[in-house]
């Protein structure tokens, strides 16, 4: 079974940092490219960074560049984002997502995990 | 990035209508398209890709169709179970964009 776990996410205070991890299980994770999305409360779906399989092509969302860096492990199976310079607007829900194949849509997300940002 | 455009915003049903949800997208996109279903606090689920393919274990009331820049979301007779939130994303590139969500209430 395919199962992805999101940690790491808390409350910090604006200018803080934080790390997000998912790790991942039931299928070969260097196989697949990899994304995270984050939901504002109340708000819709947002792609902030993209990783490939193997890592030389990341994507990151302007809201987020500079700030924010992808990266993985594909020997432990984790996903990471390094999140510094933290806004009251990075609040939100944060999602790791694997595409059903490559390129394909998002068939399998983590539970999430919560970022709030305050002072 | 490509933009997308859900509409309605809300929609307010009984049990057993028909309802239908529509995203446009601002460049074509061939059948790279998929529906989400989600709940409060909860990640979202895969009803539909490729458009129109159900997702393994979806109820055959949800269908999708369309193409290059207009889809269509519909379930057939709605269900209890089915007031919650739905979104469409685009994937025809790996820099995926989300309509802003359809909250489907009950009348």
């Known amino acids: 079974e395919v199962q992805l776990v999101e940690s790491g996410g808390g409350l910090v205070q604006p200018g803080g940092s934080l790390r997000l991890s998912c790790e991942v299980s039931g299928f070969k994770f260097s196989n697949y490219e990899m994304h995270w999305v984050r939901q504002a409360p109340g708000k819709g779906l947002q792609l902030i960074s993209y990783?490939?399989?193997?890592?030389?092509?990341?994507y990151y969302a302007d809201s987020v560049k500079g700030r924010f860096t992808i990266s993985r492990d594909n020997a432990h199976n984790s996903l990471y984002l390094q999140m510094n310079s933290l806004r009251a607007e990075d609040t939100a829900l944060y999602f790791c997502?694997?595409?059903?194949?490559?390129?394909?849509?998002?068939?399998?997300w983590g539970q999430g995990t919560l970022v709030t940002v305050s002072s | 990035d490509i933009q997308m455009t859900q509409s309605p915003s809300t929609l307010s049903a009984s049990v057993r209508d028909r309802v239908s949800i529509t995203c446009r997208t601002s460049q074509n996109i061939s059948r790279w398209l998929a529906w989400y279903q989600q709940r409060p606090g909860k990640a979202p689920s895969l009803l539909i890709y490729?458009?129109?393919t159900l997702q393994s274990g979806v109820p055959s009331r949800f269908s999708g169709s369309g193409s290059g820049t207009e889809f269509t979301l519909t379930i057939s007779s709605l269900q209890p179970d089915d007031f919650a939130t739905y979104f469409c994303?685009?994937?025809?590139?790996?820099?995926?964009?989300f309509g802003q969500g359809t909250k489907v209430e009950i009348k």
């Open positions: 997502a694997r595409p059903l194949w490559f390129g394909g849509a998002a068939g399998h």
């Open positions: 994303q685009q994937y025809n590139t790996y820099v995926w964009t």
């Open positions: 990783i490939s399989k193997s890592g030389a092509t990341i």
């Open positions: 490729e458009a129109s």
